[in-house]
Nanobody, 132 residues
């Protein structure tokens, strides 16, 4: 069974940090891309970051570049999202998901937003709340 388990969310003040974890089972991190997505109240879900450890590819959306870092510990079958300098606009439910064949990042720009390719398996969300 393919499973993803996201954890690490919580309440933090603006400027603070959190580390999200995505523990996976049933597949290998070296042949799947792992993406982090978020959905804020009243907004559509958006891709935030992804990693493919098979070739070291990482991707970040502009709004988190320089603040978030994605990493992978293949021995622990876990992907992390280190979030620093958190802002109130980072408040959302964060989800991790897996994709095979691996493809990291958006697939095209629709003219109004970036579209990510479909991801096959999803974990439950973890709430991140940033207080200002």
């Amino acid at each position: 069974d393919v499973q993803l388990q996201a954890s690490g969310g919580g309440l933090v003040q603006a400027g603070g940090s959190l580390r999200l974890s995505c523990a996976v089972s049933g597949f290998g991190l070296d042949d799947h891309a792992i993406g982090w997505f978020r959905q804020a109240p009243g907004k559509e879900r958006e891709g935030v970051s992804c990693i493919f450890s098979g070739d070291g590819t990482t991707y970040y959306i502009d709004s988190v570049k320089g603040r978030f870092t994605i990493s992978s510990d293949n021995a622990k079958n876990t992907v992390y999202l280190h979030m620093n300098s958190l802002k109130s606009e980072d408040t959302a439910v964060y989800y991790c998901a897996a994709r095979f064949p691996p493809f990291c990042g958006p697939s095209y720009y629709s003219g109004s937003h970036y579209e990510w390719p479909p991801y096959d398996s999803w974990g439950q969300g973890t709430q991140v709340t940033v207080s200002s």
